[in-house]
C-alpha cells in the first residue's frame, strides 16, 4: 500500500507459527521520519503489546 509518507509496504506470513514480515520502503530518511512520527503509527507503537506474543524484531536494511 501507499502512504502518504511514500513508502510502499508488502505483508509476508513466515511458514512459522504466527510470524509476520513487514517490509516497508521509503524514498528517503525525511519519509521514514514522516512515518515515524506520524499519529497511525504512534498509536500503533502504543498499542502493538496487545497484540503480540513477544518483542518485535526489527531490521533495517539500506540500499544505494
Known amino acids: 500500500t ?3 509518507s511514500s513508502a510502499a ?3 509476508y506470513k ?3 507459527h504466527n ?3 513487514v517490509v516497508e520502503n521509503y ?3 525525511e519519509a521514514v521520519q514522516a512515518h ?3 499519529d497511525h503509527f504512534k498509536a500503533f507503537s502504543e498499542n502493538i ?5 513477544e ?4 531490521d533495517v536494511a539500506e540500499t544505494k
Open 36 to 38: 515515524n512520527h506520524s
Open 55 to 58: 518483542e518485535p524484531v526489527i
Open 27 to 29: 524514498k528517503d530518511q
Open 19 to 21: 510470524t509476520f514480515v
Open 14 to 16: 513466515r511458514q512459522e
Open 2 to 4: 501507499q502512504s502518504r
Open 49 to 53: 503489546g496487545k497484540y503480540v506474543a
Open 9 to 11: 509496504s508488502d505483508v
